[in-house]
C-alpha cells in the first residue's frame, strides 16, 4: 500500500523508524513543529529547532525515498509566554522561505487559556499574510470539545479560507462540528489516548471518507510510526475496498497538501 504520514514528529524517531515506514509504503511524511517534551528556554532554541525541520530531517528522510515537509509556528503549550511567543515568531519569516515548508502549524490551543488564543490568532494572521495554509492542533481529554468550539470562533472571525484549513485530533464528538463547518479533519492514532484504529474507523464510517485524514503523529510519547498503515489494514478487515482505503491514507492527504505552494510527490 501506498500512504501519506500526515503528522509525525521525527525529530524524536530513530532513523529505524524512517526505514520501518519506507517498507510499508510511505511515500511523503509532513512535521508540524510541536513541543520537544520539555520548554525551550529561548528563542534560539527554535531557530535550531526550525533548521533540524528544514533541513536535518528532509536529508535523513530522503534516504529512504521518503518526502519530508514540515509546518512551522511556536506550539502552544510554549506560547503562554506571549512576549517570548512573539520573538520566536519572527524567526518564521525567513524559514517560510525553505523547500520544505507546507504553512503555519500545528498551531492551536492547550488549556484553553487568553494567551493561548491570543498567540493562535496571530498565527493565523501570519498565515493570511504569506497566503499559506494552517494545521491546527486540538486540547486532548475534557479540554477538547471548548477548545475546539473556540478555535472555530477564531477561525469564522478572521474569514479564513476553509479549503485550507486542517484541524487534527478530532474524535466522535469534534469532528462533524469541524467537518460540517467546511474544514478538513485529521484524526489521530495513539496507541493510549485519542483514537484507536477501532474508533477511528468507526468515525469514517459515521461521518464519510471525504475531508479527513488519518495520521500517527508519533513523538517522543508512547506512539507508533506505523499506526496509519495499521489502521488501513483494519479497515480491509471490515471489508473496505482498496480504492477506499488509499482515498484515505492517500488521495485524502494529497488533495489537502496540494493546496501547499512546496507540495510535490
Ligand atoms: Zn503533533
Redesign the pocket.
Known sequence: MRYIEP?A?MVSRTTADYEKIAQVGCEALCE?A?WAGYDRASAQGFYDYYRQLTEYEPARAAKFGIKHFCWLCINPKEAEDAVFAREVMSLIPDFIKKPNVLGIG?IGLNKNTRNELAIFEEHVDLAKKFNLPILI?TPHLEDKLKGTRLILDALNNADVDRDRVII?HVEEHTAPLVLDQGYWAGMTLYPESKCSPARAIDILETFGMERIWMNA?C?WGISDPLAVIKCALEMKKRKHSSEVVDQVIFENPKAFLSQCPNFSL
Open positions: 503528522h514528529h508540524p510541536f500545528e492542533h487534527d503523529a513523538d
